[in-house]
């Protein structure tokens, strides 16, 4: 697929990026910009004239918080856009490795963040359960978990290619 297929899918999606003015109230708002390489205005510049954003490292880079989206002047759906970006990466088997090994973690646990004695002890101290309301508290659901993932074909997605 390439740079300006992209954009049109875009387009077919109702999102429309080439209404940006580079305001900067995107990045200004991005607390990931503040930890990683992601400057929201610079990307969505690069959507904007085409340039291959399916190997960009910065599509993951996206905390999917929403606060770009909810400030933009123009309304531009920003993160609906990163998320259509990567969609589209990962049907092209694109994927940063670190994103895989997470998908691998939530499609043999159900869950992508193992909960250790140690994080037990952390959350009972903040007045949680020992267990959020994942599998981890409800192991026999992991099989329904797994069969949904299957049924969608997360399992093929994410597999090395």
């Keep these: 697929?390439?740079?300006?297929?992209?954009?049109?899918?875009?387009?077919?999606?109702?999102?429309?990026v080439l209404t940006c003015m580079q305001c900067g109230t995107c990045s200004g708002s991005c607390?990931?910009?503040?930890?990683?390489?992601?400057?929201?205005?610079r990307f969505v510049r690069m959507v904007q004239v085409n340039m291959d954003m399916l190997h960009c490292e910065d599509l993951w880079m996206c905390a999917t918080c929403y606060n770009c989206q909810e400030r933009?002047?123009?309304?531009?759906?920003?993160?609906?856009?990163?998320?259509?970006?990567?969609?589209?990466?990962?049907?092209?088997?694109?994927?940063?490795?670190?994103h895989r090994k997470i998908s691998h973690l939530l499609l043999k646990h159900g869950h992508s963040v193992p909960i250790n004695d140690s994080t037990k002890q952390k959350r009972e101290k903040l007045g949680?359960?020992?267990?959020?309301?994942?599998?981890?508290?409800?192991?026999?659901?992991?099989?329904?978990?797994?069969?949904?993932?299957?049924s969608c074909e997360f399992d093929k997605l994410v597999a090395e290619k």
């Design 128 to 150: 949680l359960e020992p267990l959020p309301e994942t599998v981890h508290k409800y192991p026999q659901a992991l099989k329904d978990v797994q069969r949904l993932m299957e």
């Design 72 to 98: 933009c002047p123009r309304g531009i759906k920003i993160v609906d856009a990163i998320l259509t970006i990567r969609t589209i990466a990962v049907h092209e088997g694109i994927m940063l490795p670190e």
């Design 31 to 41: 607390p990931s910009g503040r930890y990683t390489s992601l400057n929201t205005r």
């Design 1 to 16: 697929m390439d740079e300006l297929d992209v954009l049109n899918r875009l387009k077919d999606a109702g999102i429309e």
